[in-house]
């Protein structure tokens, strides 16, 4: 399945197969899940999807958010090289920021978390995170330098602290003898949220590019592929709702009377 969606991205390459090899991953999870399920003592145990905080931060809005931020920068140096027209070292630059502005919010993850709890860090980081990916879409190569550098650091900024927060609230109600499936089975969605949100965004992009009969992209091709993306991000940002305020209060510090 991996390496089907792998394939969306290229539809070069045909699309039959990378079909094929989607159907494929989807028959073969199914039938290891029946088996994992009615097995007494299996390779992966599934119950820890029945924690809560796992199941939200991991399988379900988690996974959907990941996607959409994903996809981010994916599309970040192709709107800069194919849709302003940039040499590749001064798009290189500018995705420098996008990066910095990650390494920049960790100093800052733990307090943030114990003076809000993790729900509402996701909620609201999540939506801000998500307008910074639709104001991708706004930016042209008319737009300052410097309001790019800070729309690239503000994505980098969010997107660091949700991604921090959803890896620590999935472990912190898991107890030990789930904590080894949880890790693999925390790992494998990562892999597939990282190559669905290219492969999606890939195929907005590819989408939107034959819609308009064009031979490349344009800047209306981007728009429309970083408000779609965005829009991923907002609906799994609301998501998070179904958490208590008290999630993760135990890994977080954060008292729920706060």
Same mark, same amino acid.
């Given at each position: 399945?991996?390496?089907?969606?792998?394939?969306?991205?290229?539809?070069?390459?045909?699309?039959?197969?990378?079909?094929?090899?989607? &159907? @494929?991953?989807?028959?073969?999870?199914? +039938?290891?899940?029946? /088996?994992?399920?009615?097995?007494? /003592?299996?390779?992966?145990?599934?119950?820890?999807?029945?924690? #809560?905080?796992?199941?939200?931060?991991?399988?379900? @809005?988690?996974?959907? %958010?990941?996607? $959409? +931020?994903?996809?981010?920068?994916?599309?970040?140096?192709? #709107?800069? !090289?194919?849709?302003?027209?940039?040499?590749?070292? =001064? @798009?290189?630059?500018?995705?420098?920021?996008? %990066?910095?502005?990650?390494?920049?919010?960790?100093?800052?993850?733990?307090?943030?978390?114990?003076?809000?709890?993790?729900?509402?860090?996701?909620?609201?980081?999540? #939506?801000? @995170?998500?307008?910074?990916?639709?104001?991708?879409?706004?930016?042209?190569?008319?737009?300052?330098?410097? #309001?790019?550098?800070?729309?690239?650091?503000?994505?980098?900024?969010?997107?660091?602290? *949700?991604?921090?927060?959803?890896?620590?609230?999935?472990?912190? =109600?898991?107890?030990? &003898? !789930?904590?080894?499936?949880?890790?693999?089975?925390?790992?494998?969605?990562? !892999?597939?949220?990282?190559?669905?949100?290219?492969?999606?965004?890939?195929?907005?992009?590819?989408?939107? *590019?034959? &819609?308009?009969?064009?031979?490349?992209?344009?800047?209306?091709?981007?728009?429309?592929?970083?408000? $779609?993306?965005?829009?991923?991000?907002?609906?799994?940002?609301?998501?998070?709702?179904?958490?208590?305020?008290?999630?993760?209060?135990?890994?977080?510090? /954060?008292?729920? =009377?706060?």
């Amino acid at each position: 399945m991996l390496y089907g969606l792998e394939r969306l991205a290229h539809p070069e390459n045909g699309m039959l197969p990378t079909v094929a090899l989607i &159907a @494929a991953g989807i028959a073969i999870g199914w +039938i290891a899940v029946r /088996h994992l399920l009615r097995t007494p /003592h299996p390779l992966l145990d599934l119950s820890a999807f029945k924690v #809560l905080t796992f199941a939200v931060s991991t399988l379900s @809005a988690g996974t959907i %958010f990941r996607v $959409a +931020i994903n996809a981010t920068p994916f599309l970040l140096p192709l #709107l800069f !090289q194919v849709g302003f027209g940039m040499r590749p070292v =001064d @798009a290189g630059l500018l995705i420098l920021a996008y %990066f910095l502005g990650n390494l920049g919010m960790k100093a800052v993850t733990t307090p943030t978390l114990r003076r809000f709890g993790f729900r509402r860090v996701l909620i609201v980081n999540g #939506l801000i @995170a998500s307008l910074a990916i639709m104001a991708c879409g706004a930016i042209s190569p008319q737009t300052s330098p410097v #309001l790019v550098v800070a729309l690239m650091l503000i994505a980098g900024l969010t997107r660091s602290m *949700q991604f921090t927060a959803l890896n620590t609230l999935a472990f912190a =109600d898991i107890g030990g &003898a !789930q904590r080894s499936s949880a890790a693999t089975l925390s790992s494998m969605l990562q !892999q597939v949220s990282m190559l669905f949100g290219v492969a999606v965004a890939a195929a907005i992009l590819n989408l939107s *590019q034959i &819609a308009g009969g064009e031979a490349t992209p344009d800047l209306a091709d981007f728009r429309i592929a970083f408000i $779609a993306i965005g829009l991923i991000g907002l609906a799994a940002s609301f998501r998070f709702m179904v958490l208590s305020p008290s999630a993760g209060a135990e890994v977080s510090g /954060h008292s729920a =009377d706060d």
